[in-house]
């Protein structure tokens, strides 16, 4: 058993943020990585990282965008905190080593990106977050920070006390925590049809202009964005793009054009030269010369696990930052550009918050005390685990070391491996499958109450016939099938999560699309949707929103 003051899971960019910024604060940190730190998944962002730099932009304008962006369901304290840190989180970065872009005279380049009111997000080149990851591994191993590398967390370990906010979270190998918004999901409007390879936001940040069959530049002559055109928001380009081809004006009934001709081989060279190679290895186009075929791909997850600013959930000793969190800072919709700033900005508060460090109480509260409501669902939809959760230590509230949960997980996990191992059952990718295509066809871009319905049904089957998978590979080292099987149980968590939220919320916000309720509901749903899991049993609620910070945001009607 291994001991440390600070553990991290994971090590993309808010994990290496955490254990950098824990181990400033005078804590003995470690990692744990299912594979190599600039491996991850940080290294496929490529567009850039929105920080208020110029003299001309301010963290107000940042925090407003954002507000706006998020089609008013992010959270106040989170944004502000988010708008304020992030200059001194590019600044960092530079003075790490980052090789961003630059103009002339020696400043780091920003460019312009979809809802942002001024040019600010800073690049490096189209490989932004490829090179993030290798500029905070290289301070990770300057550090003599310990990395656990193709060590895979099963579980958490956790106390059992009946009040979930008086649980404390000792180590890894209990799951039991709120799923925040977990409805929005957001789609990117850029993504290779044959693979669903992202191309990045940064060729529309330059110029590159979009079309449909007809060659309109539908974006402004269909009215779907008259101001923006193509640097609307995600959300709004990814169903301007669809309702497109759904109406017939797609290119082989499937796609529209991304052109970047008309940007000219120097700059393209110099600041996009990656996408010339994704369009040409994938779809056999050359940039320079044709327009690139793209569609909308899902690609972000707004929603996640609950925390605060500081990166705390209600469980005592764990924390959350990155996608995996949701603190909320996007609320319905992310900008293009706040993410590779929200793994510095708030990957640096856990980490500090988790050493000890001293900082500012937290604003946004988190678990069942924040309940504003209870949620309801339609009689007759099943949903949650059909096997009962894992039984933790410590119920009605009685003491217990560390050491006694950790070996308790430890014993449930090695139970668990040992039966996919042994068993005979079925192969997890039969489930896996039926989840993709139901989530496919049923809670896509646009959402229907019948489909959503649907979804549920078939993720509660699926959850039916996983009681019996086991592994096919019943080799006991670098076995991928099994991780592979105990990753699929966690796949039909989050694909139910997603889609209870969906069918709870009635109204129209951000990536949120109702076909029965075309608008968005202040009055009603100026919340957040949450849903907790408690051995096994999920429970639906809500929390409001926090409008008011610093600065107080009114919502308004979203146009671009």
Request: charged share 30%.
């Given at each position: 058993m291994h001991e440390h003051d600070v553990l991290v899971v994971g090590a993309g960019g808010a994990g290496l943020r955490a254990a950098i910024e824990a181990h400033e604060e005078g804590a003995d940190v470690a990692m744990v990585t299912k594979l190599h730190p600039v491996r991850s998944h940080t290294g496929a962002a490529e567009g850039g990282i929105n920080a208020a730099l110029h003299p001309e932009d301010s963290w107000e304008l940042h925090a407003y965008d954002t507000m706006k962006g998020s089609d008013y369901l992010a959270d106040a304290p989170a944004v502000e905190t988010f708008a304020k840190d992030a200059p001194d989180e590019v600044i960092q970065l530079e003075h790490w080593g980052m090789p961003f872009s630059r103009e002339e005279d020696g400043t780091v380049s920003q460019r312009p990106f979809g809802g942002l009111s001024h040019p600010r997000t800073t690049y490096a080149g189209a490989e932004t977050g490829h090179h993030l990851l290798h500029t905070m591994y290289e301070q990770v191993v300057k550090r003599g920070i310990t990395v656990y590398e193709e060590w895979y967390v099963l579980d958490l370990a956790v106390t059992d006390h009946d009040d979930v906010e008086d649980r404390e979270c000792h180590g890894v190998v209990a799951y039991d925590i709120a799923l925040e918004d977990m409805e929005f999901v957001q789609f990117h409007p850029t993504t290779l049809p044959s693979t669903g390879v992202l191309i990045s936001e940064g060729v529309r940040g330059e110029g590159g202009i979009l079309y449909n069959e007809d060659e309109e530049r539908f974006m402004f002559?269909?009215?779907?964005?008259?101001?923006?055109?193509?640097?609307?928001?995600?959300?709004?380009?990814?169903?301007?793009?669809?309702?497109?081809?759904?109406?017939?004006?797609?290119?082989?009934?499937?796609?529209?054009?991304?052109?970047?001709?008309?940007?000219?081989?120097?700059?393209?060279?110099?600041?996009?030269?990656?996408?010339?190679?994704?369009?040409?290895?994938?779809?056999?186009?050359?940039?320079?010369?044709?327009?690139?075929?793209?569609?909308?791909?899902?690609?972000?997850?707004?929603?996640?696990?609950?925390?605060?600013?500081?990166?705390?959930?209600?469980?005592?000793?764990?924390?959350?930052?990155?996608?995996?969190?949701?603190?909320?800072?996007?609320?319905?919709?992310?900008?293009?550009?706040?993410?590779?700033?929200?793994?510095?900005?708030?990957?640096?508060?856990?980490?500090?918050?988790?050493?000890?460090?001293?900082?500012?109480?937290?604003?946004?509260?988190?678990?069942?005390?924040?309940?504003?409501?209870?949620?309801?669902?339609?009689?007759?939809?099943?949903?949650?685990?059909?096997?009962?959760?894992?039984?933790?230590?410590?119920?009605?509230?009685?003491?217990?070391?560390?050491?006694?949960?950790?070996?308790?997980?430890?014993?449930?996990?090695?139970?668990?491996?040992?039966?996919?191992?042994?068993?005979?059952?079925?192969?997890?990718?039969?489930?896996?499958?039926?989840?993709?295509?139901?989530?496919?066809?049923?809670?896509?871009?646009?959402?229907?109450?019948?489909?959503?319905?649907?979804?549920?049904?078939?993720?509660?089957?699926?959850?039916?016939?996983?009681?019996?998978?086991?592994?096919?590979?019943?080799?006991?080292?670098?076995?991928?099938?099994?991780?592979?099987?105990?990753?699929?149980?966690?796949?039909?968590d989050v694909a139910e999560a997603i889609a209870v939220g969906a069918l709870a919320r009635k109204e129209f916000r951000g990536a949120h699309w109702r076909e029965q309720y075309q608008y968005r509901d202040d009055e009603e749903w100026l919340k957040h949707t949450m849903l907790a899991w408690n051995d096994g049993n999920p429970r639906l609620y809500y929390k409001p929103v926090l409008l008011e910070a610093e600065k107080e945001y009114e919502p308004k009607e979203r146009s671009y």
């Open positions: 002559e269909r009215g779907y964005a008259n101001n923006e055109g193509e640097l609307a928001s995600r959300d709004v380009v990814s169903r301007a793009e669809l309702t497109e081809v759904n109406s017939g004006r797609g290119i082989e009934d499937e796609y529209v054009h991304l052109d970047m001709r008309h940007l000219g081989e120097e700059r393209i060279l110099d600041r996009l030269e990656n996408i010339l190679h994704l369009a040409e290895d994938f779809e056999g186009v050359d940039g320079l010369d044709e327009p690139m075929p793209v569609k909308p791909g899902q690609h972000y997850q707004m929603g996640g696990v609950e925390c605060d600013e500081n990166g705390h959930t209600c469980i005592d000793g764990l924390y959350a930052a990155g996608e995996t969190a949701c603190v909320s800072l996007h609320g319905s919709n992310r900008l293009g550009g706040n993410a590779l700033p929200e793994l510095l900005v708030f990957g640096a508060r856990a980490g500090k918050h988790a050493a000890g460090g001293d900082m500012k109480h937290a604003e946004i509260s988190t678990g069942p005390g924040a309940e504003s409501e209870a949620g309801e669902l339609d009689d007759g939809i099943r949903i949650g685990a059909i096997e009962s959760g894992s039984e933790g230590v410590a119920a009605d509230g009685a003491a217990v070391d560390a050491q006694t949960v950790v070996e308790a997980e430890v014993q449930r996990q090695r139970d668990r491996v040992e039966r996919l191992l042994e068993e005979d059952g079925i192969n997890h990718a039969h489930v896996r499958d039926d989840i993709q295509e139901t989530m496919t066809a049923n809670v896509n871009v646009f959402r229907r109450e019948e489909t959503l319905k649907r979804a549920l049904e078939d993720i509660h089957e699926a959850r039916e016939r996983y009681q019996h998978v086991s592994a096919s590979d019943p080799s006991r080292t670098y076995n991928t099938d099994l991780i592979h099987t105990i990753e699929t149980r966690n796949v039909l």
